[in-house]
T-cell receptor, first 112, second 115 residues
């Protein structure tokens, strides 16, 4: 079992650009959540996807959007990047009704 | 609204000493509580979870935590620290929000183990 996999592991982008991060959930999991972890902070919930729909969203602007595919994998898109978007982006997967989430290694995004 | 407070952003212990990392939560409904560990440049690994069964929860790597409803606490302990325990630890609370689970993390506690 490969667990939760995220790609790429590191990324450098320029202000104003757009970025797409990818996540493959753990086998058997149907729910994917995305978190932003700024340096020295705890993870902040961005949104959650289930059955290809966004079903919960945290306090993030519309520049943050996502998608879930029929195979349960997911993408996080961020438009018009700001320096403050620099962070570790974590993907977590879980099964409906199960309280435990498993996390990927994260994607380190640096905006310059 | 749920929230988590971790007391002490940095904790230092000697190798072999007791580890105690504090977590207090606020939740309007019976919560699910978790401790995760994060090693440098890595994701979060689940240490243990409380899901309304036994109040004393045992996790991996010798860690355990006790749910105390009267104190709204879920402190993490380990009898004897090992060098490999040096990492950042996050307490998290999850509750049902509109039929969906919402997870809120604390700000983390960095554990330093001194040889």
């Amino acid at each position: 079992d490969a667990g939760v996999t995220q790609s790429p592991t590191h990324l450098i982008k320029t202000r104003g650009q757009q970025v797409t991060l990818r996540c493959s959930p753990k086998s058997g999991h149907d729910t994917v959540s995305w978190y932003q972890q700024a340096l020295g902070q705890g993870p902040q919930f961005i949104f959650q996807y289930y059955e290809e729909e966004e079903r919960q969203r945290g306090n993030f602007p519309d520049r943050f959007s996502g998608h879930q595919f029929p195979n349960y994998s997911s993408e996080l898109n961020v438009n018009a990047l700001l320096l403050g978007d620099s962070a570790l982006y974590l993907c977590a997967s879980s099964s409906t009704g199960v309280m435990v989430a498993f996390f990927g290694q994260g994607t380190r995004l640096t905006v310059v | 609204a749920q929230s988590v407070t971790q007391l002490g952003s940095h904790v230092s212990v000697s190798e072999g000493a007791l580890v105690l990392l504090r977590c207090n939560y606020s939740s309007s409904v019976p919560p699910y509580l978790f401790w995760y560990v994060q090693y440098p440049n890595q994701g979060l690994q689940l240490l243990l979870k409380y899901t309304s069964a036994a109040t004393l929860v045992k996790g991996i790597n010798g860690f355990e935590a006790e749910f105390k409803k009267s104190e709204t606490s879920f402190h993490l302990t380990k009898p004897s620290a090992h060098m490999s325990d040096a990492a950042e630890y996050f307490c998290a609370v999850s509750e049902n929000s509109g039929g969906y689970q919402k997870v809120t993390f604390g700000t983390g506690t960095k554990l330093q183990v001194i040889p």
